[in-house]
């Protein structure tokens, strides 16, 4: 027997909270997996220090990627978990073959940047709904990817 999911937040709100958060977790696993392949194929006279952050920036990523599935799930709403479904639902474009580590800090600031903008998105939606927890987890989410483009910006200044 399955019981209604009562958790002070009724199941339009829940629904659309969820289906906002699958868009985020998209852009977010996206987002992980380019941060990793960066981390494997960077090159040049900064290879060391750029292997070293996008590591940094893959590994705080995999757990920002458990906790937006785990909030998904807590609302009652199925998580994606599929390449096909993250390719459906993310912004953030691929990269395919070989780029300069300068292209490579470029793309991932705007991934960040797409991943601010699709958190802006939802941030609405949980507060009206009175959804602590969701909002909770968006400003936090807005707080990394706003701090994490800001320091990849920097090192393309000259």
């Known amino acids: 027997m399955n019981k209604a999911i009562n958790i002070g937040i009724n ?3 829940r629904e ?3 289906d906002g958060l699958s868009r985020l977790l998209a852009d977010t696993y ?3 997996l380019q941060t990793h392949n960066f981390h494997w194929n960077v090159t040049g006279p900064f290879f060391q220090s750029l292997h070293t952050l996008f590591e940094t920036h893959y590994t705080e990523l995999a757990v920002a990627v458990d906790d937006i599935a785990e909030r998904i799930r807590a609302l009652g709403i199925l998580s994606p978990g599929t390449y096909k ?4 639902l993310t912004n953030i474009k691929e990269v395919e073959g ?9 793309r991932l600031v705007d991934s960040h940047e797409t991943v601010v903008r699709t958190a802006r998105e ?7 709904a009175d959804d602590e927890s969701s909002v909770s987890l968006i400003s936090d989410r807005l707080v990394v990817h706003e701090k994490t483009a800001w320091m990849l910006r ?3 200044q000259k």
């Open 11 to 13: 199941e339009n709100h």
């Open 16 to 18: 659309k909270i969820g």
């Open 30 to 32: 996206t987002l992980y």
């Open 85 to 88: 479904e993250f390719a459906k």
């Open 98 to 106: 070989n780029i300069s580590a300068e292209e490579m800090l470029e």
């Open 122 to 128: 939802i941030l609405p939606l949980a507060q009206e």
């Open 154 to 156: 920097s090192h393309l």
